[in-house]
């Protein structure tokens, strides 16, 4: 496997809250940007996917927040593939300030292929190929 997909980003004022930290609903935005571009990089563009009438729905997620962003500060999210199994396919996300990788959240988000009827699908061989790079062991 290779090292995690990952973007860097800096926080935003408007994405503070009255305590003058990351609002916790932001985290979310940061983390879907993520495995959007994640998607995309790998070569599964969720709007070709869409154009054929099916979908890849997250189902769940999992956020522990450990500490908070302020203002400026620049940090990096993760995007990992931990498991791959019928239609689900779960990622590990991690944010880490940047500099120096100090955790700020730890994600794992879980993602189902719909098919054109809305109905849980099978990951497809070609599919799963996409994945494999990122996937993690363990």
């Known amino acids: 496997m290779s090292d ?3 973007l860097e980003f800096q926080v935003r004022d408007y994405e503070l ?3 003058g930290v990351v609002n916790n609903a932001v985290y979310l935005n940061f983390l879907e940007h993520a495995r959007h571009e994640f998607l995309i990089a790998i070569g599964l563009d969720a709007a070709r996917v869409a154009a054929e009438g099916r979908s890849l729905a997250l189902s769940e997620i999992h956020v522990v927040f450990r500490r908070p962003l302020r203002s400026r500060e620049r940090f990096r999210v993760t995007v990992a593939v931990g498991e791959i199994r019928g239609a689900r396919v779960v990622m ?3 944010i880490v300030r940047v500099p120096g990788d100090e955790p700020i959240l730890e994600a794992e988000a879980v993602a189902v292929f719909l098919d054109e009827q809305g109905r849980p699908m099978r990951v497809t061989p ?3 190929e996409l994945f494999a790079p990122s996937l993690v062991e363990g």
């Open 126 to 128: 070609g599919i799963r």
């Open 17 to 19: 809250d009255q305590y």
């Open 92 to 94: 590990t996300q991690r």
């Open 4 to 6: 995690p997909f990952s």
